[in-house]
DNA sequence: GTCTATAATCAGATAGAC
DNA sequence: GTCTATCTGATTATAGAC
């Protein structure tokens, strides 16, 4: 086993990892906050309090800066998916997914990125960390919408991945930022809201 | 009455209106294919076959250029809504709203505009015939959606406006560009699985 | 590793001739 | 109105001292 394993990180790496997780949660809110292409590498520096070219010294250019922040959410994913309680139903523990994105969402903390910029697109597919947690995050998710297809608490008619992308997409759900901004609900009233139009459907049951 | 009104336009006004229907459809295929933000002036030019220079005597932003699609669109939508049958039950006219924005988007027809993009934001909030073409397709699918919720069609129990919002948020839902970028279905079953999430809701009726 | 200063590039917008 | 050529500012990225 190497000793590089075992042996307990020294102040200075400890400090170096607390600057770039400093940096990555500055990169994470200025993705929710204003996307991908409007977020400069200049602000970044100056909200966390070091120089441009340091920043540089951490990350190599600007798409890796936002693929670290897809990398952290996507272990908060995973840490949120592992703390689930297994006894529960497939369904309970898919919403309180969906719920925990919404969350996100309406706290300001999802990254979002422009779903066609090809360079970012090329950085996250060529990042070892972030697939890993995507594939995981899908399997694990995948498995739940099977369970409870089968249970007949989902749709056995739609194709489970049609499902997962469903789910997906509420990360991205512009009605949730429509509803912000219109003012007229709290945040648990659109969280309710979306809930129940993705797992209910706009007709009455 | 104003001899502007009834006179017929010159050849030479003929053919600057169908330079600039030009250039709006160019806009509009960009906007649906980059983003607005990957989307660049010198781009637009090319593709229509003008000069850049050229380009800035018939709109005086990159935003004005945006906002003269997004115009476009209102124009198709109160067109495409104005034809609907009015026999046809307030719940099948919606569905046909959202089946046109899907198809839309699946032809890659659809603009898509960064929702955080202060500068468009403005542009498009000061311009009178997008407004206008704003309030009258919400205005339109409003009552639809109120007479379907009195009818039972829809559920009563949800805010009328949130409906709203989830219909338009259609225009930019990313479950349809995940399932066209697999591959696994056809255009038409996107729409159907589409329409059923949104309609039916994901667990089974 | 951090900094200041600067390079290099790109993109929105304009000048001015025709 | 259209063109070529240019300006201007913003932004990513780097050089080089400490």
Redesign the pocket.
């Known amino acids: 086993m190497n000793s590089a394993v075992v042996t307990k990180p020294s102040f200075k790496q400890r400090m170096?990892q607390a600057?770039e997780d400093a940096i990555v949660h500055t990169v994470n809110r200025l993705l929710a906050e204003k996307g991908f292409d409007a977020?400069?590498?200049?602000e970044v520096a100056a909200q966390v309090g070091?120089?441009?070219?340091?920043l540089?010294?951490?990350f190599?250019?600007?798409e890796d800066l936002a693929a670290a922040a897809m990398v952290r959410l996507m272990r908060q994913a995973q840490d949120f998916i592992a703390q689930l309680p297994s006894e529960a139903s497939a369904l309970d523990n898919l919403r309180a997914v969906v719920r925990w994105v919404l969350q996100l969402k309406l706290a300001g903390d999802m990254p979002t990125l422009p779903s066609q910029n090809s360079s970012l697109r090329a950085t996250l597919i060529a990042n070892r960390d972030y697939m890993d947690g995507l594939m995981d995050v899908s399997d694990r998710m995948g498995a739940w919408i099977e369970a409870a297809q089968a249970q007949g608490q989902l749709n056995p008619a739609l194709p489970a991945i049609a499902i997962l992308y469903t789910f997906f997409a509420r990360a991205c759900d512009s009605v949730v930022e429509f509803l912000q901004t219109g003012g007229l609900f709290t945040d648990e009233q659109i969280i309710e809201l979306v809930l129940t139009t993705c797992f209910d459907g706009l007709k009455p049951r």
């Open positions: 170096l600057r977020m400069t590498v200049d070091i120089a441009k070219a340091s540089y010294k951490h190599p250019s600007k």
